[in-house]
């Protein structure tokens, strides 16, 4: 993807409002460009040939709750992307980690933790 969409520079409150306004399918294609489709899949709980399908058919589009964790991914990742590479953001996204009970950012988010990812993100970021 030539654009970056990032809104880190603005704030949490700016940066929410752009990353709402963020076309769907773009920010599938984003994550699916950065964490890769099973890793992606893993976070949404989805098979990995369904990111495939939303990437080739735009009519087709996740339920309501997976869009919820797919926005929450992108919210996250977006949220890293200015202390650290894509392929850092990516390792710590699949790794275990102990704010999170020993699961990873995916797994969490699987499991309807977007908040308890995001304050793991927030401590990350802090640590610096």
């Given at each position: 993807?030539?654009?970056?969409?990032?809104?880190?520079?603005?704030?949490?409150?700016?940066?929410?409002?752009?990353?709402?306004?963020?076309?769907l399918?773009?920010?599938?294609?984003?994550?699916?460009?950065?964490?890769?489709?099973?890793?992606?899949?893993?976070?949404?709980?989805?098979?990995?040939?369904?990111?495939?399908?939303?990437?080739?058919?735009?009519?087709?589009?996740?339920?309501?709750?997976t869009?919820?964790?797919?926005?929450?991914?992108?919210?996250?990742?977006?949220?890293?992307?200015?202390?650290?590479?894509?392929?850092?953001?990516?390792?710590?996204?699949?790794?275990?980690?102990?704010?999170?009970?020993?699961?990873?950012?995916?797994?969490?988010?699987?499991?309807?933790?977007?908040?308890?990812?995001?304050?793991?993100?927030?401590?990350?970021?802090?640590?610096?």
């Amino acid at each position: 993807m030539a654009t970056r969409m990032a809104a880190s520079d603005q704030g949490p409150r700016s940066a929410a409002a752009q990353e709402s306004a963020v076309e769907l399918h773009s920010v599938i294609e984003f994550l699916n460009e950065h964490l890769g489709s099973r890793l992606l899949a893993l976070a949404l709980d989805v098979d990995h040939r369904t990111i495939g399908r939303w990437l080739t058919d735009r009519d087709r589009t996740p339920q309501f709750d997976t869009e919820l964790k797919v926005r929450a991914t992108y919210q996250v990742f977006q949220a890293l992307q200015p202390v650290d590479a894509p392929a850092t953001i990516r390792a710590w996204f699949m790794g275990m980690n102990p704010q999170l009970e020993d699961r990873s950012p995916a797994e969490a988010i699987r499991d309807g933790d977007a908040r308890a990812v995001m304050a793991a993100a927030r401590a990350f970021i802090n640590a610096g």
